[in-house]
Structure formats: structure tokens, C-alpha cells
């Protein structure tokens, strides 16, 4: 009841449009689908793949980041990481526990692997697709705890694309599936209420100073 009295005040501050425009999102949003990306090297790619995440509806993306450091480019993100929310881990073995642990299947996106092209893949229940560093791929600690492998059909002589188009592509794709399908694939009411709180937030100039008075008042 404090959350929805605290974001009604909010909403004060924000246009109406702009509510609406959160409400209408948010009717999109999905966390039955996630990204996870390994040690990918150029800061450019993992800000685009925020970036998809965030276009094509994809609430939670997991990044980790155990050998090259922070990897988010803010200006390549262009604000899609206010959006989405970013999970960080120092080794993949953390993330994929942490994944299985809230009942995810772990799919590696591979070009070597012909387990499943993505025009025939069927997302059977929640899905966590994992996207590997650029030259190397997945690491063998991710391949062999995953549940199934995906790739991307390809006509010509070159074996692998770009990670961040890879990600665009894929993501595009199923996210497409599975607006198409009968899964609990939307945010619950809780969720929803939780993500407009946040972004409410973030659209208030001196949240801070309007939170003390909300507070103080309550």
C-alpha cells in the first residue's frame, strides 16, 4: 500500500503522457526471456545489446564481467540502461547458478553447434540466452552446463556475426514467439508496480529532496 500511495505522489511530477507511455511498456515487458553476455571485450557491443534488450522488451540482462572490468558504454547505451535492469557478476559459474536457481533454461548461442536453428527453437519455459566474448565464444564452463544450444541460420561463407547484431536478431525473433504464445511471458502486477516506482524516479529532477517530503508527511 506504500508503494502505490508513494507512486501516486510521484506521479505528480511526471506528465501524463509520459505515465501512460511507462504504462504502456511495461504491458510488453517481459522477464520469461533474459540475456546473459561473458566477458565480452568491446564496451560498444554490450551497450548495444542493453540497447536491444530494451527495444525489443527484455526486462533483466546479466552481464559477466570477470576479465575485462565494467563494460557498459552509457553514450552507445544512449539511456536504455535506465530502463532495463543490469545484473553484474564476477564468473560465469555465479551467473548460470543464480539463473538455474530462479528456473531459467540456459541456451548458448553458438555458430559451431547445430543442436537448434533459431527459426525451428521453442521457448518451452524460461529461457536465458547466453552470448559469449567476441573471438572465443562461450566459455567451457557455460557450454557444459547448458541446456541447449541455439544458432543462427546463415546462407554465406562467413561462420559467425557480430555479437550485439546476433543478440538483435535472436532477441527480435523470439520475443516475437513468444508474444504469439500462450506462456506467462508478462511482468506480474508486483513487478509492474516495482518498475514504475523506479522509473518514475529517475524521471524526477531532485527525486531525493521529493522523496524526504513524502516521507516526512506520511
Known amino acids: 500500500m506504500e508503494d502505490q500511495n508513494l507512486l501516486a505522489y510521484l506521479e505528480d511530477f511526471i506528465t501524463p503522457e509520459r505515465r501512460n507511455r511507462f504504462l504502456e511498456v511495461l504491458e510488453q515487458r517481459t522477464k520469461y526471456l533474459t540475456v546473459a553476455i561473458e566477458d565480452v571485450f568491446q564496451m560498444h557491443n554490450t551497450s548495444a545489446v542493453v540497447r ?10 546479466h552481464v559477466i564481467e570477470g576479465r575485462f572490468g565494467k563494460r557498459l558504454d552509457k553514450n552507445i547505451a544512449m539511456g536504455a540502461q535506465q530502463w532495463v535492469d543490469i545484473h553484474r557478476y564476477e564468473d560465469a559459474s555465479d551467473c548460470v547458478a543464480q539463473l538455474k536457481g530462479q528456473g531459467y533454461n540456459i541456451i548458448a548461442t553458438t555458430p559451431h553447434n547445430d543442436s537448434c536453428l533459431l527459426d525451428d527453437f521453442v521457448i518451452d519455459g524460461k529461457t536465458a540466452l547466453f552470448f559469449g566474448t567476441e573471438k572465443e565464444g562461450l566459455s567451457r564452463e557455460v ?3 547448458a541446456d541447449g544450444f541455439l544458432k543462427i541460420p546463415m546462407a554465406g561463407f562467413t561462420e559467425s556475426l557480430n555479437i550485439s547484431v546476433s543478440a538483435a536478431i535472436i532477441l527480435q525473433d523470439l520475443t516475437a514467439k513468444l508474444r504469439r504464445s500462450s506462456l506467462s511471458w508478462s511482468l506480474n502486477g508486483r513487478e509492474k508496480l516495482e518498475k514504475r516506482l523506479d522509473w518514475t524516479k529517475k524521471s524526477i529532477k531532485n527525486v531525493d529532496d521529493v522523496l524526504v517530503r513524502f516521507y516526512a508527511s506520511n
Open 52 to 61: 536491444s534488450c530494451e527495444v525489443f522488451g527484455v526486462q533483466e540482462m
Open 143 to 145: 557450454m557444459q552446463r
